[in-house]
């Protein structure tokens, strides 16, 4: 959301006072550099995509005609219709942030089809979800049935619900589209009547699935109508298992989905804004204070394969799957309402550091395609999925993160204006009569100049970010130097009768410096003020012939990282790389060639110690990798998803921060996993070397039989390997098999931490 909605006619509540309030996303407008670059090409990715494909399950499930077909991907399952939630979002967002009439045409054209999608429907109830009409009069009747990531047998179709209705909530607040106040408010009106007969034990069993920010957009619902029953929708959609550990600073995140846990937290902090609830207030500031300081990449974001870990515990958890970008996106989003509650410095610093490396970071310079997940360990790259037929929720998300630039460069309050961000932009503050211009190359020159054009002279305060990451800062007035003495991290205000030609000149120095992870010290990554550095590793088609290495001693990193001279943000390192010296980047400006983030540093001492086994451990890494035509990570939702995982009297958990899946009592789980058609393969499957007691089963490929497992303590206190040629007649001339772990009667199969396809030795 841009805007802060106003609550004026909702007697239920009493909304609490702000610090800082946004400025209008109209008010505020992108200039020359990287930001405008990144919302130009978002801007023409949703130019070409096709309104009518994404209304198309819309129609279907209204009983009309579609007048094009569905596109593929995640649009063809059960979240189908969660891009055009999304859609409209983007489209409304980029209208207000440019004026681009072409923006607010297809926002009045969807909402004019799913109102008539709505009243064909004659409820108020509009989807393009797979038999949703019969789940949701499922829930009704009080028939919950839960199971991971499925509500009576449909992915997630609150979460679903969730991004129509925010989209049709921005088409209305952002693109000024009187209609889709109507279609919001008469959705919001059904999922009130769908949940107000549930009780709430059976209320609180749905929402162990994931079911978006529903809390959010019901609490906006009342903002813009005034009737305080969505209040109530909103308070039904705050799940207590989650919120209530938080509210007693407790940190339980361990394990759980994160991307479904931070919509809630955005949802609680609206809700606390309309009523004052410090119990909401508690939940969305402890889940960021932890979240920010003991589950968040140096990039900003959070999660490996989806999941929150340990708190604090990071360093081995450096898969391809880290960082997932929706993740990052709800955190933006919770991070802005926060700052408006106190104008705390240290909400900018996480803002700034999160658009830079992983925001930014996520776009493709060519074609503008996003990423879904973003690796960090060496050797890693980028992944920026297919554009038009895949879909996922984080193709959605990035529809919107590069619409929304302006959002929180700025805010005021009564006094004046928050400097936050530097990012190249002219902001318009109409009430004051006042235009002030931001210039800046930011970060290739850590120089911000603010030019001021008045109506009349004005007296008000701008608020001057010092960071985190500058030691000091210099502010100049029409050339005059003023003081600035204090420690980073604080807003330096600067007061005065400003007029038409005032000039104020922000300069923050950057400097090279180490962030280590939290639980290892020797591993650790670079950055240039906020700025993070990525070492550039060659082309994803050359081998990487050894994960590189620094051995830098105690050295400060000045001494071993050079910059290049003519080339801003470029630096190189000095007789401290191993196997070689690498060059480093921004990564925001890093694509297509494998790259590092985190490092291992050592000694000179160290590294004769541990060069060996480095090597051998990097050796069976690449062997690895190099053999792997498919993976499942069980007991993640994705994965298992994308793998076609079912069963019968299946379990999931978690042991020692690692995902598993096993059943009990005969039961069994399978998987769909690629192969090579033309050569011989083998199933590697990772167990607890520990398990004991009845785990007896057996492995099926294609209903074949291949091995009979009996785990007893095959290697206590460890995770074992254990690896399974598969005949050739079983996978020749075959893309994909299924695997099937079948439990002998009245035994258990599992359980499996990882099943991995490989080509055979």
């Not at 407008?29 to 096709?50: I, T």
């Not at 990531?149 to 009187?178: I, S």
């Not at 003081?483 to 000149?505: C, Q, S, Y």
């Not at 999931?652 to 059943?663: F, P, S, T, Y």
């Amino acid at each position: 959301m841009f805007t802060i909605l106003s609550l004026a006619v909702c007697a239920a509540a009493e909304p609490v006072a702000l610090k800082a309030e946004p400025f209008a996303p109209k008010d505020v407008r992108l200039l020359d550099g990287p930001f405008k670059d990144a919302m130009q090409r978002d801007a023409d990715y949703l130019l070409k995509l096709e309104p009518d494909r994404l209304l198309a399950g819309f129609r279907e499930d209204a009983v009309l005609t579609a007048k094009a077909p569905r596109y593929g991907g995640w649009e063809t399952q059960g979240v189908a219709g969660h891009t055009l939630g999304h859609y409209l979002s983007a489209c409304a967002k980029m209208y207000a942030a440019t004026s681009d009439d072409r923006f607010r045409e297809r926002v009045a054209y969807i909402v004019d089809e799913l109102g008539t999608c709505q009243a064909a429907n004659g409820n108020g109830y509009v989807a393009a979800i797979p038999d949703g009409k019969r789940i949701f009069a499922e829930i009704a009747r009080g028939d919950i049935r839960q199971k991971d990531f499925e509500l009576n047998g449909c992915w997630v179709p609150w979460y679903t619900t969730h991004k129509l209705m925010a989209g049709l909530r921005d088409a209305y607040q952002l693109a000024g589209c009187v209609r889709a106040k109507d279609v919001f408010l008469q959705l919001a009106d059904w999922a009130f009547a769908t949940t107000r007969t549930l009780t709430d034990e059976l209320d609180q069993r749905m929402l162990d699935c994931e079911h978006g920010g529903m809390n959010e957009v019901a609490a906006d619902a009342c903002a813009i109508s005034g009737d305080a029953k969505y209040l109530a929708l909103a308070r039904r959609f705050n799940h207590r298992a989650v919120m209530d550990p938080l509210s007693a600073q407790r940190d339980e995140l361990s394990g759980r989905h994160a991307n479904t846990q931070i919509p809630k937290m955005t949802g609680a902090a609206r809700q606390y804004e309309l009523t004052g609830d410090v119990y909401l207030h508690d939940v969305a500031a402890f889940f960021w204070k932890t979240v920010v300081a003991n589950h968040t990449y140096v990039i900003g974001g959070n999660s490996d394969s989806e999941h929150f870990g340990l708190p604090g515990q990071l360093a081995n958890r450096l898969s391809p799957s880290t960082a997932e970008t929706c993740n990052t996106y709800n955190m933006l989003k919770l991070t802005r309402h926060l700052f408006m509650w106190d104008a705390a410095p240290e909400r900018v610093d996480y803002y700034e550091r999160a658009l830079f490396n992983h925001i930014l970071a996520s776009q493709d310079p060519v074609g503008g395609g996003v990423t879904y997940y973003v690796g960090m360990g060496p050797g890693m790259e980028k992944v920026f999925q297919p554009q038009y037929d895949l879909f996922t929720c984080c193709i959605g998300t990035g529809m919107e993160n590069h619409a929304q630039y302006g959002d929180a460069i700025y805010f005021h309050d009564a006094e004046g204006i928050y400097v936050n961000l530097f990012i190249a932009s002219e902001l318009h503050w109409d009430a004051k009569g006042l235009t002030l211009r931001q210039e800046t190359r930011f970060p290739d020159i850590p120089v911000s100049r603010l030019r001021l054009t008045c109506m009349t002279p004005t007296e008000l305060t701008l608020y001057l970010r010092h960071p985190a990451w500058a030691e000091r800062v210099r502010i100049t007035v029409n050339g005059n130097e003023i003081a600035t003495a204090g420690k980073p991290g604080r807003f330096i205000p600067v007061r005065r009768k400003w007029k038409t030609g005032d000039l104020v000149e922000i300069g923050c120095p950057m400097a090279l410096h180490i962030e280590a992870m939290p639980d290892n010290p020797k591993r650790a990554a670079i950055l240039y003020g906020p700025i993070v550095l990525a070492g550039q590793l060659g082309e994803p088609i050359e081998p990487l012939p050894v994960a590189p290495v620094l051995v830098t001693g105690d050295r400060p990193v000045s001494e071993w990282l050079k910059p290049v001279a003519g080339e801003p943000l470029v630096f190189d390192t000095t007789g401290v790389g191993r196997p070689k010296d690498v060059r480093m980047i921004p990564f925001f400006r890093t694509h297509h060639v494998r790259h590092a983030v985190y490092w291992d540093f050592f000694s000179e001492d160290e590294w004769k110690q541990r060069e060996a086994q480095y090597r051998a451990d990097e050796d069976r890494r690449k062997e690895c990798e190099a053999r792997t035509i498919d993976f499942v990570q069980p007991g993640e939702m994705q994965p298992e998803r994308d793998h076609a995982m079912d069963g019968e009297n299946m379990r999931c958990g978690e042991h020692l921060n690692r995902k598993w899946r096993d059943a009990t009592d005969g039961g069994r789980f399978a998987f769909t996993l690629k192969v090579a058609p033309d050569a011989p393969v083998a199933l590697v499957c990772t167990y607890w070397g520990s398990d004991t007691g009845g785990r007896e089963f057996d492995i099926l490929v294609d209903g074949t039989k291949i091995a009979t497992q009996k785990l007893d303590k095959p290697k206590p206190d460890a995770f074992v390997d254990i690896e399974y040629p598969i005949p050739v007649e079983l996978t020749k001339d075959k893309q994909q098999v299924r695997v099937t772990f079948q439990a002998h009667p009245a035994r258990m199969a599992g359980g499996a931490f990882g099943c991995r396809m490989m080509r055979a030795k």
